[in-house]
Nanobody, 122 residues
Framework: QVRLVESGGGLVQAGGSLRLSCAAS????????MGWYRQAPGKQRELVAT???????NYADSVKGRFTISGDNDKNTVYLQMASLKPEDTGVYLC????????????????WGQGTQVTVSS
């Protein structure tokens, strides 16, 4: 099992910055990608950004140029630096860890954190 512990959410004015952290503990050897998703009230969960163990990143178009994701493999931690925040960035941000499931055929599965609230006021 893997436990994901998020921190860093809060209330910020539009144009401000926040930094989220997510630390993974437990049986983490098979995790290959970590990232952040968000869910706003009444909306579906959406990808924000992901980073692989090799450092390859992927961002939602809506956050490109404003958010930066990074990972520390030694600390099993992923960070999301958010800048130029907008009210539409408001939501619960959930940490995700994707891992290889042993067996055949090859497949992935996900661990999720409990989420941290980010609120951007206009």
């Amino acid at each position: 099992q893997v436990r994901l512990v998020e921190s860093g959410g809060g209330l910020v004015q539009a144009g401000g910055s926040l930094r989220l952290s997510c630390a993974a503990s437990g049986t983490i050897i098979s995790i290959h990608t970590m990232g952040w998703y968000r869910q706003a009230p009444g909306k579906q969960r959406e990808l924000v950004a992901t980073v692989t163990r090799s450092g390859r990143t992927n961002y939602a178009d809506s956050v490109k140029g404003r958010f930066t994701i990074s990972g520390d493999n030694d600390k099993n931690t992923v960070y999301l630096q958010m800048a130029s925040l907008k009210p539409e960035d408001t939501g619960v941000y959930l940490c995700n860890a994707r891992y290889n499931v042993r067996g055949w055929p090859p497949r992935d599965d996900d661990y999720w954190g409990q989420g941290t609230q980010v609120t951007v006021s206009s």
